[in-house]
């Protein structure tokens, strides 16, 4: 994995999510330049725009001659309609397949596993049977685990059989809901992947309009946080989307920081705020302004 990996989630064009629509011209020209760039690692999913973004980046990698050997494609299994079967999971890995172009898989998350029943999930010929037999079977090289709640991957993750663990929103400059999450990864040796830095685009609003931190209203201490947080990094000649990436890119936890991008002129910007120097005393400035944890995705009261 490079250091930053192109989120695919925009590629399949998902206005309602990132404002604009994106061409599938462009998105196949996007990877293309990505292919070419310092980026060696892509992130898409069976379920981004109902298969949109695979079938976009696939495009691309055939445009392209075929995947460079040292560029690594994720995605993740989906469940469809509320079905979250085993027989869904084979279905979901052979239609990303066919999509990307890819076989085997290299690495394949289950997504979002959070929002389905725990006992169904992980029972004989479950969804998590089904993804490890996949693995076994010479279909995916790795598998991994990505969603939201931290408590409810806390239970997947102590079943053992994922290398690599997503989270998304959780761990930034002003939410740490991961924190635990990241420690027990770190003693599982487990590989961590840190998405959605940027809280859903609001981290990299200069304009201070945005109001929504990880797809949900913000509470009014993380709204005022990042405001003071965005005043800190211009004092520091940065800003707070820059500052965002590489607060997750700088912690020897997380090997890879998942960054959507759809024009091809964020990616120079973007891999360098992945190395940016920045001394200690900016980081303290806005650790000092971490909201309280109560206003975290995953509320922690003090204890």
């Given at each position: 994995?490079?250091?930053i990996?192109?989120?695919?989630?925009?590629?399949?064009?998902?206005?309602?999510?990132?404002?604009?629509?994106?061409a599938?011209?462009?998105?196949?020209?996007?990877?293309?330049?990505?292919l070419r760039?310092?980026?060696?690692?892509i992130?898409?999913?069976?379920?981004?725009s109902?298969?949109?973004?695979?079938?976009?980046?696939?495009?691309?990698i055939?445009?392209?001659?075929?995947?460079?050997?040292d560029?690594t494609?994720?995605?993740?299994?989906?469940a469809?309609d509320?079905?979250?079967?085993?027989?869904?999971?084979?279905r979901?890995?052979?239609?990303?397949?066919?999509r990307?172009?890819?076989?085997?898989?290299?690495?394949?998350?289950l997504?979002?596993?959070?929002?389905?029943?725990?006992?169904?999930?992980?029972?004989?010929?479950?969804?998590v049977d089904?993804l490890?037999?996949?693995?076994?079977?010479?279909?995916?090289g790795?598998?991994?685990?990505?969603g939201?709640d931290?408590?409810?991957m806390?239970r997947?993750?102590?079943?053992?059989?994922?290398e690599?663990?997503l989270?998304?929103?959780?761990?930034?400059?002003?939410d740490r809901?991961?924190g635990?999450?990241?420690?027990?990864?770190d003693?599982?040796?487990?590989?961590?992947?840190?998405?959605?830095?940027?809280?859903?685009?609001?981290?990299?609003?200069?304009?201070?309009r945005?109001?929504?931190y990880g797809?949900?209203?913000?509470?009014?201490?993380t709204?005022?946080?990042?405001?003071?947080?965005?005043e800190?990094?211009r004092?520091?000649?940065?800003?707070?989307?820059?500052?965002?990436?590489?607060?997750?890119?700088?912690d020897?936890?997380?090997?890879s920081t998942i960054?959507?991008?759809?024009?091809s002129?964020?990616?120079?910007?973007?891999?360098?705020?992945?190395?940016?120097?920045?001394?200690?005393?900016?980081?303290?400035?806005?650790?000092?302004?971490?909201p309280a944890s109560?206003n975290?995705?995953?509320?922690?009261?003090?204890?």
């Open positions: 994995m490079s250091a990996t192109l989120g695919g989630a925009p590629l399949g064009s998902m206005p309602e999510n990132f404002g604009h629509e994106v599938e011209a462009d998105a196949i020209a996007l990877v293309g330049e990505v760039s310092g980026i060696r690692t992130d898409t999913s069976n379920g981004y109902d298969g949109r973004s695979e079938e976009r980046i696939g495009k691309a055939a445009e392209f001659g075929g995947l460079p050997a560029v494609v994720i995605t993740k299994v989906d469809r509320g079905d979250y079967s085993g027989e869904r999971l084979r979901s890995l052979g239609e990303s397949a066919e990307l172009g890819l076989s085997p898989l290299p690495l394949v998350h997504h979002d596993p959070e929002f389905h029943d725990f006992a169904s999930m992980t029972a004989p010929g479950g969804a089904a490890v037999d996949a693995k076994e079977r010479g279909e995916i790795h598998i991994g685990l990505a939201g931290v408590h409810e806390l997947y993750l102590e079943l053992g059989v994922f690599v663990l989270v998304h929103n959780r761990w930034t400059p002003v809901s991961a635990r999450l990241l420690e027990r990864a003693e599982l040796g487990i590989s961590v992947v840190n998405a959605a830095v940027l809280g859903g685009g609001i981290l990299a609003d200069e304009s201070g945005a109001t929504n797809y949900r209203p913000a509470s009014a201490e709204l005022a946080a990042i405001a003071q947080m965005r800190v990094c004092r520091w000649g940065t800003t707070l989307a820059a500052a965002a990436i590489r607060f997750s890119t700088r020897r936890r997380i090997a960054v959507g991008i759809s024009k002129a964020r990616i120079q910007p973007t891999l360098e705020a992945a190395a940016l120097e920045l001394p200690d005393e900016f980081w303290a400035e806005l650790e000092s302004l971490l109560v975290w995705l995953d509320a922690q009261t003090p204890s």
